[in-house]
């Protein structure tokens, strides 16, 4: 892993390495220095290192995931106009490989001007001097050492109604507090601390070196909402998931009793129903795997009122779906007689009904994004398709897009399908099928350059099949990289709710 740093100098700084003896005051080219991490302020994207006994501050532009403690080597590989230096990957020993852990583009680093002390510069910069006792004003911790605290200011004085996303971000509300500026309410408090915290700090003495009450903030409506939300909704699971947890559910290993046969019959069902790869190619086949997706089920129970249509009810991804969770949630609970007690529940039964409803979440969610929407001029329809590739389960994501009204001269309707998949042996494909006027336009995305080359090579190979189908071939085109969507207003989000809230 190789991460380029830029550091530009100001004269303050080249005047301070000048009189130093360490060896960064004469950097050379290709020099390589050994650097040690001292702490690394995740909320801040600081980092401070010492090299030579000497310590540097150094910011980058993303959260880096070195530890405290970390020995690291810095090789210069420029000097002027800016010094620049690139970081040597530490020992696998260190640092073990993780595909996770490689990062796409270099992180970028500035060299910051030396820390300065915890007590407040001045009373000009100090944000606290315009307190006076008595007062409260409302904080976000930033960074917890060892015996300090780093916060960012988020309420003028007096006001305790502003939120973390209206913090002040300028250098003028940040503050580093030791614990004897601090006095906590609750001491227990100040152990539950973490970054991001919200406290609520009440001037007690002012001056050079405050005295400030602290305590934790009462957490607002919306984070209340938030903390519901995280406790009460599944994480949403793909369906691809799911197929793969009710295989072993048909076949439990003779220790596990637990499966009865009315569930095995629900997963058989749900799996009979899956679509194999080759089918999704029929027409027939992919319109009806839409239909069935569980998009639409509700819909179906209103149209049954008027035009009975039992098959199409029956075969209902989320039906099903929902008749399998609740036929888990009673062989949990439920004893096997009358005169028993409750059996010790089963793991397999507790991660496939885990696994169900985080599916039924996922579904839930695609539906309410695909509710029209008054403000666009597109109906889009989003969902997620499972099918079998050979024995495998696998998912393929469509965004449906289709206007309101017939805005073609012919009267025919425009639409667009986005498609995303990961076929095997290959990298991601984002692929964007459009009809204007009766012309389908293709367009296709992947990160990867061999499957780039490989779609570019097929291209004539699709136009004719669109030929062969009646259909009239527009632009085709294959990119490096992923699309962007040109017109993010019409589309809805692609998530309701954010895990990170």
Same mark, same amino acid.
């Given at each position: 892993?190789?991460?380029d ?6 004269a ?5 390495? &000048? ?5 960064i ?65 530490? %020992? ?10 490689v ?79 601090l ?8 152990s ?27 957490? &607002?409506v ?5 903390? $519901? ?8 699971? %793909? ?26 019959q ?64 009673l ?6 007689d009358? #005169? ?27 539906q309410?994004?695909?509710? %029209? ?15 079998? #590739? ?16 017939a ?16 076929? %095997? ?7 964007? $099928? ?19 080359d ?28 992923k699309?962007?969507?040109a ?15």
């Amino acid at each position: 892993m190789v991460m380029d740093i830029k550091l530009p100098l100001d004269a303050k700084l080249v005047m301070a390495l &000048s009189k130093s003896s360490a060896p960064i005051a004469e950097l050379k080219l290709n020099q390589v220095l050994d650097a040690k991490i001292i702490t690394n302020q995740v909320m801040l994207n600081t980092l401070t290192v010492s090299v030579a006994d000497k310590p540097m501050t150094l910011q980058s532009q993303q959260p880096l995931a070195l530890q405290p403690g970390q020995t690291l080597q810095l090789q210069v590989v420029r000097l002027l106009p800016t010094p620049e230096l690139k970081i040597i990957a530490p %020992p696998v020993s260190q640092a073990p490989h993780s595909p996770n852990q490689v990062s796409a583009e270099p992180a970028l680093l500035k060299l910051l001007p030396a820390p300065i002390p915890a007590a407040p510069a001045s009373p000009v910069n100090n944000p606290l001097t315009i307190l006076t006792p008595g007062e409260h004003i409302q904080a976000q911790v930033l960074n917890i050492g060892k015996h300090t605290l780093t916060l960012q200011l988020i309420s003028s004085p007096g006001d305790t109604s502003q939120t973390p996303q209206t913090a002040v971000t300028s250098g003028d509300s940040r503050l580093v507090l030791d614990n004897k500026q601090l006095q906590w309410n609750d001491p227990a408090a100040k152990s539950a601390l973490t970054v991001g915290s919200r406290i609520d700090l009440q001037m007690l003495k002012s001056g050079e070196n405050p005295v400030l009450n602290a305590s934790l903030s009462a957490p &607002s409506v919306e984070e209340h909402i938030a903390t $519901v939300f995280k406790q009460l909704l599944p994480l949403q699971v %793909p369906p691809a998931q799911l197929l793969a947890q009710l295989t072993p559910l048909l076949h439990p290993v003779e220790s596990d009793k637990t499966v009865g046969e009315l569930l095995k019959q629900l997963a058989r069902e749900i799996l009979q129903h899956i679509p194999d790869k080759t089918k999704l190619f029929e027409p027939a086949t992919l319109k009806q795997a839409i239909a069935q997706s569980g998009l639409f089920m509700e819909r179906h129970l209103v149209d049954a009122e008027t035009n009975p249509q039992p098959q199409i009810l029956q075969d209902d991804f989320k039906l099903k779906l929902s008749k399998l969770i609740a036929q888990l949630g009673l062989e949990l609970t439920v004893p096997k007689d009358e #005169n028993s007690a409750p059996q010790t529940p089963s793991e397999l039964l507790k991660e496939t009904l885990q696994k169900a409803q985080g599916n039924l979440a996922k579904l839930t969610l695609d539906q309410l994004n695909s509710l %029209p929407r008054d403000d666009s001029p597109k109906q889009v329809w989003i969902l997620e398709l499972p099918f079998f #590739n050979k024995t495998h389960p696998e998912t393929l994501q469509l965004v449906v897009e289709q206007d309101k009204q017939a805005n073609s001269e012919n009267g025919q309707k425009n639409w667009v399908v986005s498609i995303t998949i990961t076929p %095997p042996e290959l990298a991601t494909i984002h692929c964007k $099928v459009s009809c204007y006027d009766g012309s389908i336009n293709t367009r296709f995305w992947s990160e990867s350059t061999s499957t780039v080359d490989k779609i570019n090579a097929r291209l004539d190979y699709l136009r004719q099949q669109f030929e062969q189908k009646g259909l009239k071939p527009g632009f085709m085109d294959v990119q490096q990289g992923k699309p962007t969507q040109a017109n993010p207003q019409t589309l809805p989000p692609q998530s309701l709710l954010s895990e990170k809230v």
